[in-house]
């Protein structure tokens, strides 16, 4: 159902993928727009390699949120770990990881204040920090989990 990487080469194994998207802080999410336009935002995100799941968080209304009430099939795409090769330094290799999936909003609960949390510890300094702020705005702020159904990575040459 979904594509393989092209040109084999490039390809990353599945665990350098996982890793590139535990350790970025930002990736860009895909989702059918509104009259038939493609819409995609950065978000921050939380990538779960236990549950196999991202994690993201945002308004409780808003052109995302009715985009994902349409359709909830998405992709996201995140890249980094650029690597110099001293020999030719004006030409870095970049890795990128994309994941298709279905993503939908966590209900209000125990879960949601999990992950909420979770999501949190990746960008704030400290535990109190976070519990301050999920106690502060936590009641404004949904949670939406991207259920992964394929995912791959590669490693390209950018010259």
């Not at 990353?12 to 009259?35: F, K, P, Q, V």
């Not at 493609?38 to 995100?45: D, E, G, K, W």
């Not at 349409?70 to 110099?84: Q, R």
Request: aromatic share 10%.
């Amino acid at each position: 159902m979904f594509r393989a990487i092209r040109n084999k080469i490039n390809e990353i194994d599945r665990s350098a993928t996982e890793a590139l998207l535990m350790s970025n802080r930002r990736g860009i999410l895909a989702m059918n727009g509104d009259n038939g336009y493609p819409y995609a935002i950065p978000i921050n995100y939380f990538y779960d390699n236990e549950t196999q799941k991202i994690y993201f968080h945002g308004a409780k209304a808003g052109n995302k949120v009715d985009a994902l009430k349409a359709s909830d099939k998405v992709c996201f795409t995140v890249y980094g770990n650029e690597t110099i090769d001293e020999s030719e330094p004006w030409a870095p290799y970049v890795q990128s990881a994309v994941v298709f999936g279905r993503c939908h909003l966590l209900e209000s609960g125990p879960e949601s204040i999990n992950r909420l949390k979770d999501f949190a510890m990746k960008y704030y300094p400290n535990e109190e920090l976070v519990d301050e702020q999920i106690a502060l705005a936590g009641r404004a702020t949904q949670i939406f989990e991207i259920t992964i159904e394929h995912m791959s990575g590669k490693q390209v040459q950018e010259k």
